[in-house]
Every structure is written in structure tokens, then in C-alpha cells.
T-cell receptor, first 111, second 113 residues
Framework: QQQVKQSPQSLIVQKGGISIINCAYENTAFDYFPWYQQFPGKGPALLIA?????SEKKEGRFTISFNKSAKQFSLHIMDSQPGDSATYFC??????????FGTGTSLTVIP | DTGVSQNPRHKITKRGQNVTFRCDPI?????LYWYRQTLGQGPEFLTY????????KSRLLSDRFSAERPKGSFSTLEIQRTEQGDSAMYLC???????????FGQGTRLTVV
């Protein structure tokens, strides 16, 4: 059973556009939600993370929006650049335990 | 380099052989995770240590897999009697604690032929 459901599977965005990736979960015990960026042949890199006591967190061009009642969270990449082309994974954790990962979104930013 | 270090980066082995991977976490990170990732999929949890104690192990992990973290420092993951289905990227991550996130190494790519 997939603990974290991620969509879309792939995404193509024009340079300068906004990329939006969505995730949903069921386990209300989850209390930490990170996003990871992964380039081919590399390990996932922590991008940004949020706790459920806030509804939004912004770091540079990356923003997480969190809807606790809907059990959904999303990553927004503003002013998308070709260098952002990578696979993005959302994750969820019940602190002190393992991280559960989504299935990934392959983002392609077209120049 | 102060990141998570994994060795070797690549390993090709014949079916039935044993392999061992090493992970050196970020200094002073007390939590260490092993994940496995196949092409096009998200990381799949294998096991988790807090210091030297193995706190959680995936039910999907067969008895052929074992992990250790002596003295709460580096960790090793051993796969005995490898099978072709074990071919994957094995990822190690470390964390300083709750809400600090997990930092991954570059992974060890295992190919079983």
C-alpha cells in the first residue's frame, strides 16, 4: 500500500513557468513532510520540508503548500529553469520512524 | 567532504555471491537509514538505526539482508546469496534527529548477473 501518493508522474513546463507537484497521504500520524530532488545517477537531495503546524513554507523559488484537513501537500517551483529538470519525490515521516516516499515526478523544463 | 559517503559506488556480482556495502554518515548524525531504489521508483525503506540500535526493519526485507552499525558510526549492509532481483541502487541516509530531514549519499549501484 502506497503511503504517499504523488502526481503527476511527469511534467513538462516552459522556462519561466510554474511547476506544481502534488502529494496526498492518509496516515494522520505523519508530522514531517520533506521534498527531494534527484538527478540521474545521484542520491536524492533534500530540497525543502514542512511541518503540519504551518500552511506554507517558501525557500527561494521553492514553496510547499500544506493542507492538513485535506491531507495534501504540494511543491511549487516558481520561474522554472532548465536546471530544475530532475525527478522530485515527496515524502512523509512520523518522527522517529522511517520516511515514506512518493513514486516521483519527472520534471522537464523546456528552454 | 562532509556529506554521506557510500562505498563502493558500483558493484557487479554473480548471482549467489555475497556483497557488502559501507555507509559513512554525516558526523554526529545519530540516525542512519538504508533504502533501495529501482529505476523509475521512489526509495523503498529497508532498515533504520538510531545510534547502534536497529530500530526498524522492513517486512519486505528477506533474511538474506543484514545490516549493522557498530558503535553508532558507519554502517554496513550485506546481501547474501544475491539474486537478479536484488539489482538496484542502495541508498544510505543520515539524520540529526526529528524534523531535520534525511541526507542521502550517492548510492551504491548493484548489478547481479
Amino acid at each position: 500500500q502506497q503511503q504517499v501518493k504523488q502526481s503527476p508522474q511527469s511534467l513538462i513546463v516552459q522556462k519561466g513557468g510554474i511547476s506544481i507537484i502534488n502529494c496526498a497521504y492518509e496516515n494522520t500520524a505523519f508530522d514531517y513532510f520533506p521534498w527531494y530532488q534527484q538527478f540521474p545517477g545521484k542520491g536524492p537531495a533534500l530540497l525543502i520540508a514542512i511541518r503540519p503546524d504551518v500552511s506554507e513554507k517558501k525557500e527561494g523559488r521553492f514553496t510547499i503548500s500544506f493542507n492538513k484537513s485535506a491531507k495534501q501537500f504540494s511543491l511549487h517551483i516558481m520561474d522554472s529553469q532548465p536546471g530544475d529538470s530532475a525527478t522530485y519525490f515527496c515524502a512523509a515521516q512520523n518522527t522517529g520512524n522511517q520516511f515514506y516516499f512518493g513514486t516521483g515526478t519527472s520534471l522537464t523544463v523546456i528552454p | 567532504d562532509t556529506g554521506v559517503s557510500q562505498n563502493p559506488r558500483h558493484k557487479i556480482t554473480k548471482r549467489g555471491q555475497n556483497v557488502t556495502f559501507r555507509c559513512d554518515p554525516i558526523s554526529e548524525h545519530n540516525r542512519l537509514y538504508w533504502y533501495r531504489q529501482t529505476l523509475g521508483q521512489g526509495p523503498e525503506f529497508l532498515t533504520y538505526f538510531q545510534n547502534e540500535a536497529q530500530l526498524e526493519k522492513s517486512r519486505l526485507l528477506s533474511d538474506r539482508f543484514s545490516a549493522e552499525r557498530p558503535k553508532g558510526s558507519f554502517s554496513t549492509l550485506e546481501i547474501q546469496r544475491t539474486e537478479q532481483g536484488d539489482s538496484a541502487m542502495y541508498l544510505c541516509a543520515s539524520s540529526a534527529g526529528d524534523w531535520f530531514g534525511a541526507f542521502f549519499g550517492q548510492g551504491t549501484r548493484l548489478t547481479v548477473v
